[in-house]
């Protein structure tokens, strides 16, 4: 699991040091109809960040990984986080996911690795698993990092 730490800390780091460079003008235009601009990408990765922390805690005090879902389009516009500071935004984003991976190293490695036979990321996850196939909390947590790198790349 210091593989992935190691890997998480430097995608934040070297994530906010690119999303630094650019100014806040830049990161509130979309770069498309229907597509979000930088800010909401960043917005949408911190409801991730709130929903997948509170899923990693549970999933570590429980052996299924059943959790709700929640409305990512409607949580961005409701939040509308194009109207908020993009250092702010990179500031909550940064600190949140660090958080998280100090939460994931104190996940007993025991738990990170149990099979759990009752699982929704078959329609949770970024890279689903079948609901009849068992899942470890670990496969959930590399794949929060897979879809956050794939957020990120999103990002010009």
């Known amino acids: 699991m210091q593989d992935f730490l190691d890997d ?6 070297a994530g906010c040091e690119r999303l630094r460079a650019i100014s806040d003008e830049d990161a509130s235009r979309k770069p498309g109809e229907n597509k979000w ?6 917005g949408h990765l911190i409801d991730s960040a709130s929903n997948n922390h509170g899923r990693f805690v549970r999933a570590s005090l429980s052996d299924d990984l059943i959790f709700p879902g929640y ?4 949580w ?9 500071d993009w250092r702010d935004l990179i500031v ?10 100090s ?4 996940i007993p490695p025991d738990r990170l690795s149990l099979q759990r036979t009752r699982h ?15 899942v470890t909390l670990e496969y959930f947590i590399r ?9 990120l790349a999103q990002i010009p």
């Not at 909550?92 to 991976?101: D, E, K, T």
């Not at 939460?103 to 104190?106: A, G, I, P, S």
């Open 120 to 134: 929704n990321l078959d329609e949770l996850a970024w890279i689903t698993v079948p609901r009849d196939k068992p």
């Open 71 to 74: 409305k990512q389009d409607e």
């Open 103 to 106: 939460v994931v190293e104190r």
């Open 8 to 13: 998480f800390r430097s995608t934040l780091s």
């Open 76 to 84: 961005v516009r409701a939040q509308r986080y194009n109207e908020m």
């Open 143 to 151: 794949d929060y990092l897979g879809h956050l790198k794939h957020h």
């Open 37 to 42: 601009s930088p800010k909401e990408v960043i």
């Open 92 to 101: 909550l984003w940064q600190s949140f996911n660090s958080h998280i991976a």
